[in-house]
């Protein structure tokens, strides 16, 4: 569930409508694509959670496997990562209790933040709570939409019979092109990441590495049922190009199967999304910090933990850069969230690359010496690797030579570039110290 509320927000129920838009209803193959090399990083996770019981964060197999400079890049752009999406989904849920509330929408953000930072301040059990109830209503709401829309869809309710046809007869499946659908991978990469926050949870659970093993490939299938199921009803209820870029594609697929009350029912799931999200974006951020704090790549004081075990301090300051967003969002709306949401725009895939490599890498070493195999080991090594890093290196060209998100991709690579460059001078610092400390 943890997992599920990382990967299910904003994104699916509402940045989905201008993937439909640009691609059409091969928007499912998009994300078919995007799942699968998801799945294959998952898988790669998996095994070296089982060969590495004693490494349990997503961001210290880069680390095992390729040294102290993976583990401090791949953290720092995790976490800057998910520090954007903290004040994205706090600005989306604001815009959303603004309809409903008549207050500033900074302050509802605000508010919404001091709400997460004292759920995550109690422990790690009170944010699995929340997050079990939040990610429950989710998942109820997109099973019950895929029961509805597939009972219209075969014609069992629909007054005219099936409406698959309308897969084809707005211009074909692929009205853009088989280029449209490669790129609309691009586009959903952003949506359909967030289930390695299991390997971040997990060390607060009892047996971290079976727990990591045993959901990252089943996770992820799930995922991809919620996400191809609930895009390919809408397709086939909705024509492809009545979906308007910015409103809810399932709200339109609702009202069009004459379900009134759909507008009211999909602000509240919305809702609840953007807070699930919310909640495990911030979760994810105060641990990361914890763990880069461990390993001396942020300030020692961040490993401080209170009597529920809990990482103050990192709590605090993910509590404050979040505020910082809204602020600003509120401050210059269009320019700071577009901003936001250009600047997460590659990050996850290349911290998956690293982590793809990674895997290899430990892999080989483990061949190499004789080591015995992990109970669960990545399909077809080394070709499935090697595909699943190629497949993200596609996803990095294509948006290079995309003009809608080539700035996404520079403004992404810049970050990467300033994790390298803060790497450099963090060690060239420790460097002396280190030889002053021989002697």
């Known amino acids: ?124 059990r009170s944010y699995g709570e929340f ?36 897969l084809t007869s707005h211009g074909g499946f692929a009205p853009h092109g088989a280029v449209a659908v490669l790129a609309g991978a691009v586009t959903v990469y952003f949506q359909l990441t967030g289930a390695e926050i299991i390997t971040v949870a997990a060390v607060e659970s009892a047996e971290p590495a079976r727990a990591v093993a045993q959901l990252t490939s089943s996770i992820i299938v799930r995922i991809l049922t919620f996400y191809v199921g609930s895009i390919f009803f809408i397709v086939s209820i909705v024509p492809w190009d009545s979906i308007v870029v910015g409103e809810s594609p399932f709200t339109s697929a609702l009202l069009h199967m004459h379900f009134a009350w759909a507008g009211a029912a999909m602000d509240v799931i919305i809702l609840t999304a953007v807070l699930s999200c919310l909640n495990s974006a911030f979760y994810v951020c105060s641990r990361v910090l914890f763990v880069l704090a461990e390993h001396g790549d942020a300030p020692k004081a961040l490993i401080q933990l209170n009597r529920r075990r809990v990482p103050v301090r990192s709590v605090a300051l993910c509590a404050l850069a979040g505020v910082v967003g809204i602020l600003a969002a509120v401050a210059a709306p269009e320019r700071v969230f577009a901003f936001l949401v250009d600047a997460a725009g590659a990050l996850m895939v290349v911290n998956y690359m690293i982590v793809a490599i990674a895997q290899v890498r430990l892999r080989r070493e483990r061949e190499r010496t004789g080591a015995p195999e992990p109970s669960l080991t990545m399909w077809l090594f080394p070709w499935a690797s090697y595909a699943a890093i190629a497949g993200m290196a596609a996803v990095l060209i294509a948006m290079a030579f995309t003009p809608s998100l080539a700035h996404e991709l520079h403004v992404s690579l810049i970050a990467v570039a300033v994790a390298f460059l803060a790497y450099l001078i963090l060690r060239s610092r420790r460097s002396p110290a280190a030889a002053m400390e021989h002697r």
Not at 153 to 166: E, L, R, S
Request: hydrophobic content about 60%.
């Open 1 to 124: 569930m943890i997992s599920i509320g990382g990967i299910i927000g904003a994104g699916l129920f509402v940045g989905s409508s201008a993937s439909i838009a640009a691609v059409g209803p091969a928007i499912v193959v998009s994300y078919l694509i995007t799942g699968t090399l998801v799945l294959l990083v998952m898988r790669m996770l998996g095994e070296m959670a089982m060969s590495l019981p004693t490494v349990h964060s997503f961001t210290d197999f880069p680390r095992a496997g390729l040294g102290h400079w993976a583990g401090f890049v791949t953290g720092w752009l995790y976490w800057y990562f998910w520090m954007i999406v903290v004040p994205v989904e706090a600005i989306a849920g604001a815009n959303i209790l603004h309809a409903w509330i008549p207050l500033p929408a900074g302050l509802l953000g605000c508010i919404l933040m001091a709400a997460m930072t004292a759920v995550n301040l109690m422990s790690a």
């Open 131 to 166: 997050e079990f109830w939040f990610s429950s209503i989710k998942v109820t709401a997109i099973i019950a939409f895929i029961a509805i829309g597939a009972a219209y869809a075969f014609g069992w309710t629909a007054p005219h019979g099936p409406t698959f046809a309308n």
